[in-house]
């Protein structure tokens, strides 16, 4: 019995970190696209792997000719972590905040 709603897929690298990612996902990477606006077009080259369902094909690291097009969305900072450091004995505590910035892409196409 064949399976019928099998998304193509694929793995890419950004920013020393992998990814997978499908037409139309929305991914939140750390920031690292300076000067785009919304509606900017991003082309991942680095893909690792490609599958479609039928076959899947594997990049020796990457795969040659294939890219994976995003379209940029937003840049952002995320929620605050609150990070507390406590010395016992010693009267030492210290709290700060920390956000982490982020960007937005929606996944476009996969070539």
Known sequence: MAKTNIKEFAVIETAG???KV???DVITLDKQ???FKAGDKIAFDKV???DNGADTKVGEPYLS???V???FEEEGRGKKLRVHRFR???RYTRTYGHRQPFTKI??????
């Open 33 to 35: 696209f300076e000067g």
């Open 65 to 67: 000719g294939s890219e």
């Open 69 to 71: 097009q995003g379209i």
């Open 48 to 50: 690792l792997l490609i």
């Open 88 to 90: 016992a004995k010693s």
């Open 22 to 24: 499908a037409v139309g």
């Open 17 to 19: 970190k992998q990814y």
């Open 106 to 111: 929606k996944i476009a196409a996969i070539k």
